[in-house]
């Protein structure tokens, strides 16, 4: 039990990673609080929690709402204690290249992937640094890696990646005993993945499938608990001496 007597808040736990890293984390003794933007999803992760004896509750969260932060945070901290665990998962994927990005897909995507991990982390920081804690941005290797068909995607990764380096020294400096760091996932098998390929004619799904694999060193795309895994790891005290680091989850994509 790695997290016993930790509360964790995870954003986007409704499905795929969020969900994984939920269940993980409440598996390992941790009190979750499993937010998404749409509350029936959240409350199914919630109750499979409940039933395998774990503790977690649903909230409902617009993550790139201030105030919902500080209100959200406010009544975590106010009612359970504090807050240990930040887990910033929620986001969004928008194809386009920088030609033809619409300047509302650009913007969206800063909010949702950038701007929200900005409004969590300020607000945890705020939080936590009477206690110390822990911070986890899921960015992707597409926030250390160019991909011409996903622009908007990398920048907002892109800026996750750099901007959890900064929080890390801010909270390093200040003695404030947070630790801040970013994940990066590879092609991991989620809902949102499946539906991509699900959306195509079956010859080109199956063909853009096998190319994709083939590139992959480890050779298959990954799991969502492969992520989890490493959330784990980062919100234990395992990882104490971890931050404004990349865990890169991908397979030994990015090695290459």
């Not at 998404?36 to 503790?55: E, W």
């Not at 300047?103 to 949702?112: D, F, G, T």
């Not at 822990?134 to 597409?142: D, L, R, T, V």
């Not at 996932?185 to 190319?211: H, Y």
Request: aromatic letters at 4%; a negative charge; one cysteine or more.
């Amino acid at each position: 039990m790695r997290l016993t007597n930790k509360v964790a808040l995870v954003t986007g736990a409704g499905s795929g990673l969020g969900e994984a890293t939920a269940l993980r984390l409440a598996q390992e003794g941790a009190y979750v609080v499993a937010t998404d933007i749409q509350l029936a999803s959240v409350t199914g992760v919630v109750a499979a929690i409940h039933a395998a004896g774990g503790r977690a509750e649903a909230q409902h969260q617009d993550v790139t709402d201030e105030a919902r932060w500080e209100q959200l945070v406010g009544d975590v901290c106010g009612r359970l204690g504090q807050l240990d665990v930040l887990v910033n998962n929620a986001g969004i994927v928008a194809t386009g290249t920088a030609e033809d990005t619409t300047l509302a897909a650009w913007r969206s995507s800063q909010a949702v992937n950038l701007e929200a991990v900005f409004l969590g982390t300020r607000t945890a920081i705020r939080a936590m640094k009477s206690h110390g804690g822990s911070i986890i941005n899921i960015s992707s290797i597409e926030g250390i890696i160019g991909d011409p068909m996903t622009a908007a995607y990398n920048a907002s990764k892109g800026g996750v990646r750099i901007f959890t380096k900064s929080a890390a020294l801010h909270c390093a400096k200040n003695g404030y005993r947070i630790r801040v760091n970013s994940v990066h996932p590879g092609v991991i098998r989620t809902p949102m993945v499946e539906n991509a390929f699900a959306a195509l004619p079956p010859d080109l799904s199956e063909s853009l499938k096998a190319r994709l694999s083939a590139g992959i060193p480890l050779g298959a795309f990954g799991e969502p608990i492969d992520i989890a895994n490493g959330v784990l790891f980062l919100a234990s005290d395992e990882s104490r001496y971890m931050t404004g680091t990349e865990l890169v989850i991908d397979g030994g994509f990015t090695a290459q």
